[in-house]
């Protein structure tokens, strides 16, 4: 296949070596667990927003961990009739306020769910996934892939918990990308195979164990309802912190990824439930001291 070819302008210098950041922290060099958090889905108070990036960012600078914002602007729904993200309601200011954002901090990240988000997008970050429902959009991958080697990427796993097929995916998108390129890594999200915390554990130790540990757990989502507390399979905040603790005492037994990926934020969210954010980051920072001893 060949380069896509685009009208960007290219991210900036900063971005790109934060980018190198990223890459290194996901080959396993510089002992650092990545700590992906944000909200489900980016939301119009973006002075919130602002002050949840400004409790990331110190905590980054003042402990060295390397932690990412996710703030997706965009979101695939079961029902097309429902909100699908903050690009389609205040689609300038959004993407303004992600610019503002990628400008001062370097630590953005979002799922890139439709072709038109690379040239959109794609510059602003240092991080970048494909989301489940997109997870046999191999012509959207590929896509995504070629258009800025640099920019490490992630790739969930499907709906139904399968990893098998998504790692092969992730082989292929590595090949297509060549030598030199930055890291496609899987995120473990769970799924419809693993229902209870003790399923989720074996999939969690098959995923660090098949990757090396070149894999990031997603801890909301099928994580967090494998943890539902009404063993209903369903999303709430205590599944996803429940889901957190047992990620941590996994750790503590040698089962190790890359990186965590939690959606937290103190803003009412309109979609996914959520946790705030000083309760993710101090589960961060646990992570990352349960790693290192």
Known sequence: MDTIETMREGPTMEIHEQRQKITS???????????????????????????????AEDVSSQ???????????????TNPEDWHGEETTKPDETLQMLAQTAKKYRNLCIEIGKEE???????????????SRNSNNIDLMEKIALS????????????????GDTLETIKHLVMIRGEGAAPIVMIYRGGTNAKTPNDWEDKVTDAV???KGRVIVDVAHGGEMAHDPGMKFNKTVVGQMACLD????????GVVPVGVMIEASNIESPTDPTIPVSIA??????????ASH
């Open 148 to 163: 800025a080697p640099d920019l490490p990427l992630g790739v969930k796993n499907g709906l139904d918990g399968n990893i």
């Open 281 to 290: 980051l101090d589960k961060i920072i646990e992570i990352n001291r349960v």
């Open 209 to 211: 164990h098949l990757t």
């Open 25 to 55: 922290a996901l080959k396993g060099i510089g002992g650092s667990i990545i700590g992906i958090e944000g909200p489900c889905a980016l939301t119009s108070d973006f002075g919130n927003t602002e002050k949840e990036n400004s409790m």
């Open 246 to 253: 047992h990620l941590i005492e996994l750790v503590k037994r």
């Open 63 to 77: 402990l060295g961990i390397t932690i990412l914002r996710r703030l997706p602007p965009w979101k695939p729904r």
């Open 117 to 131: 988000h690379i040239d959109k997008y794609i510059d602003l970050l240092t991080f970048a996934w494909v989301g």
